[in-house]
């Protein structure tokens, strides 16, 4: 019989994903960058993925639910505390965007409005993109910055996960931790930024599910002449 070695009785004990084994066969544990900068490149591949989060400061809270193929179509949710929301459903060059009530009475300064808002506008695509309208992107960059440093064993949900613990020059104050599947694909499970006075939760699902993303209707479609908002 051959003989069994440390290296194997770990990965068998802790996982090939929490050891690094597997890479080669050579034993070496991943670096906390490579296992990052695998979770990235896993996510990069997916054909649809769903982006929940979540964003507290001391000025309130605001959370967007984000449905996407990573490309061109989408749809989004955007809710401020107090009720306010905003909904887009972006398909190619288009955006279909359905502002509620409270959404209208607060931030176009329209105390008019009584009634709840049930018609989408339609308007082209602002190619700028520069998110001042609190339209989202179906684009998420998934990409490795700063410098990591492994953490320790987690779960997400069901799913075990290892910690990979990120901070970057460009943000002295923070502090990043990604979560990343340690069984089946290495999927970014979730990631969370922690500053003195901010923290964002962003929480990953739904990884290659299939997308049912439709245009409104016709008759609850206003066009808007020139894309004008």
Known sequence: MGTVTTTAVTCLLVGAALAGCGAGGNGEEKSAGDILDEAN??????????????????????????????????????TWAGGSALEQIRLGGTDYVRPNRAYLQKWKKDPGVAGEQKLWVKTPVDPAGTGGDDLASCERPFDSFGT???????RVGDTEALEVIVT??????????????????????????????????????????????????????????????
Not at 54 to 64: E, F, I, L, Q, W
Not at 217 to 222: I, Q, Y
């Open 41 to 78: 490149a896993t996510m990069r591949k997916l054909r649809s993925v769903t982006v929940e989060i979540s964003n507290r400061t001391p000025d309130g809270s605001v959370t967007n639910r984000l449905v996407t193929d990573l490309d061109s179509r989408c749809r989004s949710k955007t």
């Open 148 to 154: 990591a440093k492994k953490g320790g064993a987690s």
């Open 168 to 229: 970057d020059k460009a943000d002295k104050e923070g502090t990043y931790t990604f979560y990343v599947a340690a069984e089946g694909k290495p999927y970014l499970l979730k990631t969370v930024y922690k500053s003195a006075a901010q923290q964002t939760t962003t929480s990953f699902s739904g990884f290659d599910a299939p997308l049912d993303i439709q245009a409104p209707k016709p008759a609850e479609v206003l066009s808007v002449p020139g894309g004008s908002r």
